[in-house]
Nanobody, 115 residues
Framework: QVQLVESGGGLVQPGGSLRLSCAAS????????MGWGRQGPGKQREMLAT???????DYANSVKGRFTISRDNDANTVYLQMNSLKPGDTAVYYC?????????WGQGTQVTVSS
């Protein structure tokens, strides 16, 4: 089992920045890729960014160039730096961790982009 706890969400004005954090615990050694997804109002959950144990990253086109994912393997933490935020980025953001058998999700943190 893997447990994930997100933090860092909140209210930010358009054009602003936020940094999300996700702390993993439990069977840490089983985790390979970690990532972030989000689910906006009335929308399906979408994967935004992933990072492998070795640091290789991948991004959805919707956030490429604005969001940066990073990972601290020693601290078992993954981050999502979000810049140039837009109202369309308003969503619940979820951390996830992939093991050999399943993908675990955190409970999410709300990000609201509004003036």
């Amino acid at each position: 089992q893997v447990q994930l706890v997100e933090s860092g969400g909140g209210l930010v004005q358009p054009g602003g920045s936020l940094r999300l954090s996700c702390a993993a615990s439990g069977n840490i050694a089983s985790i390979s890729t970690m990532g972030w997804g989000r689910q906006g109002p009335g929308k399906q959950r979408e994967m935004l960014a992933t990072v492998t144990t070795g640091g290789r990253t991948d991004y959805a086109n919707s956030v490429k160039g604005r969001f940066t994912i990073s990972r601290d393997n020693d601290a078992n933490t993954v981050y999502l730096q979000m810049n140039s935020l837009k109202p369309g980025d308003t969503a619940v953001y979820y951390c996830n961790a992939l093991t050999g058998v399943q993908r675990y999700w955190g409970q999410g943190t709300q990000v609201t982009v509004s003036s």
